[in-house]
Nanobody, 123 residues
Framework: VQLQACGGGSAQAGGSLRLSCAAS?????MAWFRQAPGKAREFVVA????????YFLESVKGRFTISRDNAKNTVYLQMNALKPEDTAVYYC????????????????????WGQGTQVTVSS
């Protein structure tokens, strides 16, 4: 499965951006991670294709939403009320098989990765 992420860019604090990730095949879970310069890759949000269950990083709850288009095999990350600390390279990831939701924050649990897309938020 190949993942193609796009939609990054620059925004002012308080602004919005939407990322998308198109998958060439079906996965059980999809997720977004991000990595700021000099920091480890950080889990942002994950969902399950079948049931739509989601799991968010606490600091983005209420600001970020994840949605999916099953027909297009595409996942979207809508980011609102952006903060400078949201600045990072964002990566989409996919896992072929089901795991418990609490394990989805571990990047080693994913089988497929898209290329990163830069998000820059200025104050």
């Amino acid at each position: 499965v190949q993942l193609q992420a796009c939609g990054g860019g620059s925004a002012q604090a308080g602004g919005s951006l939407r990322l998308s990730c198109a998958a060439s095949g079906r996965t059980y879970h999809m997720a977004w991670f991000r990595q700021a310069p000099g920091k480890a890759r950080e889990f942002v949000v994950a969902l399950t294709w079948s049931g739509g269950a989601t799991y968010f990083l606490e600091s983005v709850k209420g600001r970020f939403t994840i949605s999916r288009d099953n027909a297009k095999n595409t996942v979207y990350l809508q980011m609102n009320a952006l903060k400078p600390e949201d600045t990072a390279v964002y990566y989409c990831a996919g896992r072929a098989n089901r795991i418990v939701m609490s394990a989805l924050r571990d990047p080693d649990m994913y089988d497929y990765w898209g290329q990163g897309t830069q998000v820059t938020v200025s104050s």
